[in-house]
């Protein structure tokens, strides 16, 4: 018999800026998670709601929808979440706590708000703002919101979040972290044992261009995590 990996060493995985249908399934297929939509019009892996509702249809029961919006207002994201069946908002701009809280509840998703990470920005004060967000994601700062493969300097991650409590953020002043941020198959193990994050999201990483990902390397990056379990696991 197979010994069950303990649910603390299984990273979760988000494949992000998915644009095309077979994309889709290749996510799926590797064995992500979670996939993520962007809603934001000048990133070049964005995709309007009809398109968004169309790639939502590949993805089978148990696998997440994330949509990411930057400083979108309620009707927008409440527009887009009543045509597209998200399990998930991801708020990767400026909003305002009470902006997310607001936007959540109006859709009824809960929420995951993304730090762009630099010298200077409190995390552990910054996701006191968000207390109610299901998960901080952590992203390098970079012009721009995000997707510029860029990995940020992770020892500015506070180091008493390395041993989260996936059951219960915040029971240790941990919220549940999504590490984003340049990751790859040849960085993402690393980041694991560094981090230890709840949950691994890649978008260029996975690429052979903006918004067309190459499926050889969504499942070379999932086994890699798996990889990085196992040897948590067995540690």
């Given at each position: 018999?197979?010994?069950?990996?303990a649910p603390?060493?299984?990273?979760?995985?988000?494949?992000?800026?998915?644009?095309?249908?077979?994309?889709?399934?290749?996510?799926?297929?590797a064995?992500?998670?979670a996939i993520?939509?962007?809603?934001y019009?000048k990133?070049?892996r964005?995709?309007?709601?009809a398109?968004?509702?169309a790639l939502?249809e590949q993805v089978?029961?148990?696998?997440s929808?994330?949509?990411?919006?930057?400083?979108?207002d309620?009707?927008?994201?409440?527009?887009?979440?009543?045509?597209v069946?998200?399990?998930l908002?991801?708020?990767?701009?400026?909003e305002?706590?009470?902006?997310?809280?607001d936007?959540?509840?109006?859709?009824?998703?809960p929420?995951?708000?993304?730090?762009?990470?630099?010298p200077?920005?409190?995390?552990?004060e910054?996701a006191?703002q968000?207390?109610?967000?299901?998960?901080?994601l952590?992203?390098?700062?970079?012009?721009?919101?995000?997707?510029?493969?860029?990995?940020f300097?992770w020892?500015?991650?506070?180091a008493?979040?390395?041993?989260?409590?996936?059951?219960?953020?915040?029971a240790n002043?941990?919220p549940?972290?999504?590490?984003?941020?340049?990751l790859?198959?040849?960085?993402?193990?690393?980041?694991i044992?560094?981090?230890?994050?709840?949950?691994?999201?890649?978008s260029?990483?996975v690429?052979?261009?903006k918004?067309?990902?190459d499926?050889?390397?969504?499942?070379?990056?999932?086994?890699?995590?798996?990889?990085?379990?196992?040897?948590?696991?067995?540690?």
């Amino acid at each position: 018999m197979t010994a069950m990996m303990a649910p603390e060493c299984r990273t979760r995985i988000k494949i992000c800026g998915l644009t095309r249908d077979e994309d889709v399934r290749a996510a799926v297929d590797a064995g992500a998670d979670a996939i993520g939509l962007v809603f934001y019009d000048k990133s070049p892996r964005h995709v309007d709601v009809a398109h968004a509702a169309a790639l939502a249809e590949q993805v089978p029961p148990f696998v997440s929808v994330v949509g990411l919006f930057v400083n979108a207002d309620a009707e927008e994201v409440a527009h887009v979440a009543e045509r597209v069946p998200l399990t998930l908002l991801q708020f990767h701009g400026d909003e305002t706590p009470q902006q997310c809280s607001d936007i959540a509840r109006r859709c009824r998703l809960p929420y995951m708000r993304a730090a762009r990470v630099r010298p200077g920005l409190d995390l552990v004060e910054f996701a006191d703002q968000y207390r109610d967000a299901s998960g901080l994601l952590l992203d390098a700062f970079v012009e721009g919101y995000g997707g510029g493969g860029h990995v940020f300097d992770w020892t500015l991650i506070p180091a008493q979040w390395q041993t989260p409590n996936p059951a219960s953020p915040h029971a240790n002043g941990a919220p549940r972290i999504v590490l984003s941020g340049g990751l790859n198959v040849q960085n993402v193990a690393g980041a694991i044992e560094r981090v230890r994050p709840y949950a691994v999201d890649v978008s260029s990483g996975v690429e052979a261009a903006k918004g067309v990902k190459d499926h050889a390397r969504i499942a070379a990056f999932v086994r890699a995590v798996r990889m990085a379990d196992a040897g948590r696991s067995a540690g």
